[in-house]
């Protein structure tokens, strides 16, 4: 039986020319950026994830980075407006699928923005990164579709980071995995601190499992003391672009 559904998207032919903000650039090796994506889809099916292929944007080289394009909720699929205007090109597709999955589909509009990468959820509680790719009105109109679906949004001020979900991820058991200095940690529960980045970055694929980069093995070892089983996944040329595991899909767990 299928944990869920996964949307992923292809990386465009144009990735090495993605958004850089807070790193230098550096030169991304397109070719090893599909094999990894491969080998990333592969861990998701291997953890029973169906996955779902998003259309693709080729002329959209940051579209590979296909969470900030949706946020999913139970039936509900908010489409975002990306706060780099060169991403928006990427939204019809990522509408065209959840519209696939017969989700409740809404938009956030203008002159709000969100980015997917900036929504964390856990449990009935949301928290949002504003600031960065999201701003206020972005998050009040999130806030409000959440609402709907019984859940309570959470501001959380970011610190020079691209989004929320590059400071702070949580484990299956709801600790929050973070880089602290990143965030305003006063609006978010007790952290257990890490000193990888990419040891912030997690995924639940179900049953324990949890995704992380290769990039943070000790994260990985420490992941496994607690119980948990890390699956790990070399994603070096998407964290060229700041990118992590978490923005390279979307889950659509079953509707109950």
Request: overall charge negative; hydrophobic content about 45%; some cysteine.
């Amino acid at each position: 039986m299928s944990t869920g559904t996964a949307l992923v998207r292809a990386p465009s032919s144009r990735l090495a020319e993605g958004i850089v903000t807070h790193i230098a650039r550096t030169p991304v090796d397109v070719d090893l950026a599909r094999r990894q994506h491969d080998a990333y889809r592969a861990a998701l099916a291997d953890a029973g994830w169906s996955t779902v292929d998003v259309p693709p944007a080729d002329d959209c080289p940051d579209s590979v980075f296909v969470e900030d394009t949706l946020v999913v909720c139970g039936d509900l699929a908010i489409v975002t407006r990306p706060g780099a205007p060169e991403r928006r090109g990427e939204i019809p597709g990522a509408r065209a699928a959840a519209e696939s999955l017969l989700l409740d589909v809404v938009e956030i509009e203008a002159p709000g923005t969100l980015d997917g990468g900036d929504v964390l959820q856990v449990g009935d509680r949301v928290y949002v990164g504003v600031g960065g790719r999201t701003n206020q009105a972005g998050f009040d109109q999130l806030a409000t579709h959440l609402a709907g679906r019984g859940r309570t949004a959470t501001p959380v001020a970011l610190h020079g980071v691209l989004h929320l979900k590059s400071a702070v991820t949580a484990l299956p058991d709801g600790t929050l995995v973070a880089l602290p200095n990143l965030v305003d940690i006063q609006a978010l529960p007790q952290l257990l601190p890490v000193e990888e980045e990419g040891g912030a970055h997690v995924v639940l694929l179900g049953e324990e499992r949890v995704l992380i980069a290769a990039s943070a093995p000790r994260t990985a070892d420490l992941i496994h003391r607690l119980g948990f089983a890390p699956v790990v996944v070399d994603i070096s040329e998407y964290e060229k672009l700041e990118g992590c595991v978490t923005c390279l899909s979307v889950l659509v767990p079953p509707i109950s």
